[in-house]
């Protein structure tokens, strides 16, 4: 290739960089912004911290969409994992079928999915409520797990798991000290995933929440309707720095981005890349 080629292959690849990262570093400016819409003049301030802390209301949603975005998350991580395992006994075609049914709901938007799942619990009585809004949740974010772990399965060698069960090895105890092991990046990452998706299901939340009760995405909506802020900058300044910790200390145990979303092949990443 050209140098002109690669010359303008490396602006686009700058471009697309800031257009990523100068919103997340905006954001984290204007959270020690003195002015209150994030306007110039820059004066440094950390009274939004404080404004957090103190009397907004944005701590307590956070917590409780952290909270139930656990909950979603763990089980989504266990009936996944359970799911993919349930498809590698079946044959190949039949396998390849339930995955791409099971994958469907990825691509059905989350605005039809809430009402659809609304207009169910309506009519059995369930109605806008914590267990509507935990399926609903749930029925959202259990595919991306099946899919990571599916993957992993497909990745990993099966030949650890039949020379166990020559031994003499019980099921379980072939799942637990061969097969999970295996599958373990593409579990976490499973959990991640529903974790984040779960996290910023804004459609879902608004439509299945319980009357009055206000997730983190339900509360931005209503207060960015009701005017804007600046405490919420400092709470998204924190989210993004809690990110980055989690992202450093899985490099810390050894698990890069490949490895957990599978695109390399092994479980974990080698020392020095």
């Given amino acids: 290739m050209s140098k002109g080629f690669n010359r303008?292959?490396?602006?686009?690849?700058?471009?697309?960089?800031a257009f990523v990262y100068i919103p997340i570093v905006a954001i984290i400016g204007m959270s020690f912004n003195d002015t209150p819409y994030g306007m110039f003049p820059y004066i440094f301030t950390t009274r939004w911290y404080t404004t957090l802390f103190t009397t907004?209301?944005?701590?307590?949603?956070?917590?409780?969409?952290?909270?139930?975005?656990?909950?979603?998350?763990?089980?989504?991580?266990?009936?996944?994992?359970?799911?993919?395992?349930?498809?590698?006994?079946?044959?190949?075609?039949?396998?390849k079928r339930m995955n791409s049914l099971i994958q469907m709901p990825i691509i059905i938007p989350w605005l039809v999915t809430s009402i659809s799942i609304l207009l169910l619990a309506t009519f059995v009585g369930a109605g806008r409520s914590y267990p509507t809004m935990y399926l609903g949740n749930l029925i959202v974010v259990l595919p991306y797990v099946v899919l990571l772990v599916?993957?992993?399965?497909?990745?990993?060698?099966?030949?650890?798991?039949?020379?166990?069960?020559?031994?003499?090895?019980?099921?379980?105890?072939?799942?637990?000290?061969?097969t999970m092991p295996g599958i373990l990046p593409g579990v976490l990452a499973g959990g991640i995933m529903a974790l984040i998706v779960c996290f910023n299901s804004f459609a879902l939340q608004y439509y299945l929440a319980p009357v009055a009760v206000q997730t983190l995405p339900v509360t931005v909506f209503t207060r960015i309707k009701s005017?804007?802020?600046?405490?919420?900058?400092?709470?998204?300044?924190?989210?993004?720095?809690?990110?980055?910790?989690?992202?450093v200390l899985f490099s810390r145990m050894g698990y890069s981005a490949g490895s957990l979303f599978g695109m390399s092949s092994g479980s974990k990443a080698k020392k020095g890349e």
């Fill in 56 to 95: 907004s209301n944005l701590p307590g949603a956070c917590w409780l969409s952290l909270k139930f975005s656990l909950l979603v998350a763990v089980s989504a991580v266990v009936i996944g994992t359970l799911t993919s395992y349930g498809l590698q006994a079946c044959s190949p075609r039949v396998a």
């Fill in 227 to 247: 005017g804007y802020q600046a405490d919420l900058n400092a709470l998204s300044a924190i989210i993004i720095l809690v990110a980055i910790i989690i992202v």
């Fill in 150 to 178: 599916n993957a992993r399965f497909q990745e990993m060698d099966r030949t650890p798991e039949a020379a166990a069960r020559l031994l003499g090895a019980s099921p379980a105890r072939v799942f637990w000290d061969v």
């Fill in 8 to 17: 303008v292959m490396m602006v686009c690849l700058w471009l697309v960089l």
